[in-house]
T-cell receptor, first 113, second 113 residues
Framework: NAGVMQNPRHLVRRRGQEARLRCSPMKGHSHVYWYRQLPEEGLKFMVYLQKENIIDESGMPKERFSAEFPKEGPSILRIQQVVRGDSAAYFC???????????FGSGTRLTVV | KNQVEQSPQSLIILEGKNCTLQCNYTVSPFSNLRWYKQDTGRGPVSLTIMTFSENTKSNGRYTATLDADTKQSSLHITASQLSDSASYICVVSVGQAGTALIFGKGTTLSVSS
């Protein structure tokens, strides 16, 4: 079991470009959560998804950010028209059922230049 | 407002010494409290998880305590090792399903030889 896999580990984008972050949950996990960690800050909840459904996106910025977890393939966090303030570490976690057995990936560090 | 406050912000100790990290929370409704260890450049890894009825839980040299009345938790590390150098994050789960996690900013522990 490879654990929660996130890629890329590091991503550099110029302002105005799009960033796509991928998360493959642990085998058997159908719940995926995305978090953002700004420098010197704690992790902040962004969105919670199950297969093909967004369950809770209360932490997601209303514009430019979107997330999906298709029936096949990894979960994708998409940031359009990135700005410098989007620079952060984005972590994905998965669990087999609601709220339990959280396992985090190693994160994607996004740098916007 | 749901908040998790940790102290101290950072701590330096000598190898072999013990230390205690503190966590105060104002979260309602409380579901459970978790302590995570986050190594630099990695995702958080779960150390302990405690529900409302549990006062203490151990994981090797890590012992967590919970006082649900005062809404305080502590993480005690015994006989510290160089590999204990990391950020220790207190996380409180909100609600009955526990899907919303409120993260503290963490305590950065440095163990020196």
């Amino acid at each position: 079991n490879a654990g929660v896999m996130q890629n890329p580990r590091h991503l550099v984008r110029r302002r105005g470009q799009e960033a796509r972050l991928r998360c493959s949950p642990m085998k058997g996990h159908s719940h995926v959560y995305w978090y953002r960690q700004l420098p010197e800050e704690g992790l902040k909840f962004m969105v919670y998804l199950q297969k093909e459904n967004i369950i809770d996106e209360s932490g997601m910025p209303k514009e430019r950010f979107s997330a999906e977890f298709p029936k096949e393939g990894p979960s994708i966090l998409r940031i359009q028209q990135v700005v410098r303030g989007d620079s952060a570490a984005y972590f994905c976690a998965s669990s087999p059922w609601t709220g339990e057995g959280y396992t985090f990936g190693s994160g994607t560090r996004l740098t916007v230049v | 407002k749901n908040q998790v406050e940790q102290s101290p912000q950072s701590l330096i100790i000598l190898e072999g010494k013990n230390c205690t990290l503190q966590c105060n929370y104002t979260v309602s409704p409380f579901s459970n409290l978790r302590w995570y260890k986050q190594d630099t450049g990695r995702g958080p890894v779960s150390l302990t998880i405690m529900t409302f009825s549990e006062n203490t839980k151990s994981n090797g040299r890590y012992t967590a305590t919970l006082d649900a009345d005062t809404k305080q938790s502590s993480l005690h590390i015994t006989a510290s090792q160089l590999s204990d150098s990391a950020s220790y994050i207190c996380v409180v789960s909100v609600g009955q399903a526990g899907t919303a996690l409120i993260f503290g900013k963490g305590t950065t522990l440095s163990v020196s030889s």
